[in-house]
């Protein structure tokens, strides 16, 4: 029997995997997939986890609970040698160990891409996995508890204070949906007016949301100027130290809450730590049909596909064009590949992936989006519920599509979710306190 051994559970993992239990036969292969986490996060829906818009439960489908064929290993690949046909997987307890295979899948996705500048390891969160959403919104929230209980003045003002830095998909969504939350809590804070909140979103490049056209772009830029927002355009953060923001412009100011969403990078293991070949960013060099090689020669026995694949694109015009990293190509990405690579043990053809884009469409903000396909764009409260529609239709299995879609009708019969958890990320905290106030610091800690 084939070993078939999966690195990464993102989109393109879990689909591969997914499919392969539908359409191997019983006692043809048997699939082992491994990830660091439990889980398949649905990333569209981070921002609205942020916004307190769904649960967060409810982005993240279970690799255990829908792959019941498939041995899942809770662990990272930190090694793939393929020459030897094993891969070095690191678990959550424990020595590493080897796990041999006759076919590697690698769908190890991509890694959030930082800088060395000053004060962002220590401070900054990112906006990649469900925990860190859960966490952005839970500091927000206390942030207005804290500062509800301030006169006005500079410590406010910090605590109300959010950057965002990157204008990408995921910046620019998760900045419009915390700027919405926002302002709708100023409704249950009367002691607090909108003059005390400040966003910033920074980005290095000229214009935000590369993946539209410059004049939805500029569009986009506007519609949050109007709803009070900082956009700094040609700008980089020069520091972060202590909550004291430093831009390339010269102004300086103080955050309560840092988020980074400056982009990708490489998976050090694609890039560094294995006998695959990749290319000068670090990722896998595929074939269209997702076998890695080039087009005059293929690795035996090897598939890549998802965030950490350069995949050509057949559908681009553009001579040498790659799929970009987004989800709409990972999951057509995984289900192709699952396809190919049974289609390969029968001893039948692969097809080349090829896809159309469907468009691209963010949320801004509750009732408020952005959709655009070709010279087709929608604005408002349509694109929003189409950017609705879209996701739940696309997070995979039934189940995740009614928890979602009963929290948001939830939500328009009583309102988002608006309770804070911080405490959960010091749980012993109360039990070790034991009923003794805090001591007074003059102020609580940051």
């Given at each position: 029997m084939r070993r078939i051994l999966i690195v990464g559970g993102g989109y393109a993992g879990f689909y591969t995997a997914w499919g392969l239990e539908k359409k191997l036969r019983r006692g043809e292969a048997e699939v082992t997939l491994v990830d660091p986490r439990p889980y398949m996060t649905y990333q569209p829906f981070l921002p609205e986890v942020a916004a307190g818009s769904v649960e967060a439960r409810?982005?993240?489908?279970?690799?255990?609970?829908?792959?019941?064929?498939?041995?899942?290993?809770?662990?990272?690949?930190?090694?793939?040698?393929h020459g030897r046909r094993t891969a070095t997987i690191r678990p959550l307890d424990g020595p590493d160990r080897q796990v041999e295979y006759d076919i590697v899948v690698v769908t190890a996705g991509a890694v959030t891409r930082t800088f060395p500048i000053p004060g962002v390891a220590e401070g900054a969160i990112g906006l990649k996995h469900v925990e860190e959403a859960v966490a952005i919104r839970d500091r927000l929230l206390t942030a207005f508890e804290r500062a509800s209980a301030l006169p006005p003045g500079p410590e406010r003002t910090r605590l109300?204070?959010?950057?965002?830095?990157?204008?990408?998909?995921?910046?620019v969504e998760g900045f419009g949906e915390l700027l919405s939350l926002a302002t709708a809590l100023l409704k249950r804070y009367p002691?607090?007016?909108?003059?005390?909140?400040?966003?910033?979103?920074?980005?290095?490049?000229?214009r935000i949301l590369p993946e539209v056209t410059d004049d939805v772009g500029r569009w986009v830029v506007r519609h949050l100027e109007e709803r009070g927002a900082h956009i700094h355009l040609d700008t980089q953060l020069v520091s972060a130290e202590d909550g004291h923001v430093v831009l390339s412009t010269g102004e300086e100011y103080d955050t309560e809450l840092l988020i980074w969403t400056a982009g990708n990078g490489a998976n050090p293991v694609v890039a560094k730590?294995?006998?695959?070949?990749?290319?000068?960013?670090?990722?896998?060099?595929?074939?269209?049909?997702?076998?890695?090689?080039t087009a005059d020669a293929v690795i035996p026995d090897a598939w890549g596909a998802g965030d950490n694949a350069a995949?050509?694109?057949?559908?681009?015009?553009?001579?040498?064009?790659?799929?970009?990293?987004?989800?709409?190509?990972?999951?057509?990405?995984g289900k192709l590949l699952a396809a190919n690579l049974v289609a390969d043990l029968r001893g039948r053809r692969v097809k080349p992936y090829t896809h159309h884009s469907l468009g691209v469409v963010a949320t801004l903000g509750l009732g408020r989006g952005v959709f655009q396909y070709r010279r087709l764009v929608v604005k408002g409260f349509t694109a929003w519920v189409m950017h609705r529609g879209y996701h739940v239709l696309a997070v995979p299995t039934w189940e995740r599509k009614v928890r979602v879609l009963l929290v948001w009708l939830t939500a328009v019969l009583f309102g988002r979710d608006t309770v804070s958890l911080q405490a959960v990320q010091q749980p012993r905290a109360a039990f070790t306190a034991a009923g003794a106030p805090r001591p007074a610091t003059g102020g609580a800690p940051r």
């Open positions: 409810h982005v993240a489908v279970s690799l255990r609970g829908h792959l019941r064929r498939t041995t899942v290993i809770t662990g990272s690949a930190t090694e793939i040698d109300l204070t959010v950057t965002v830095v990157g204008g990408g998909f995921t910046g002691e607090l007016t909108f003059s005390d909140l400040t966003f910033h979103l920074v980005e290095a490049q000229g730590n294995t006998d695959l070949p990749v290319d000068e960013r670090g990722r896998l060099q595929v074939r269209a049909d997702l076998r890695v090689g995949v050509p694109d057949l559908a681009s015009a553009v001579p040498g064009a790659q799929t970009v990293p987004n989800a709409q190509h990972a999951v057509r990405q």
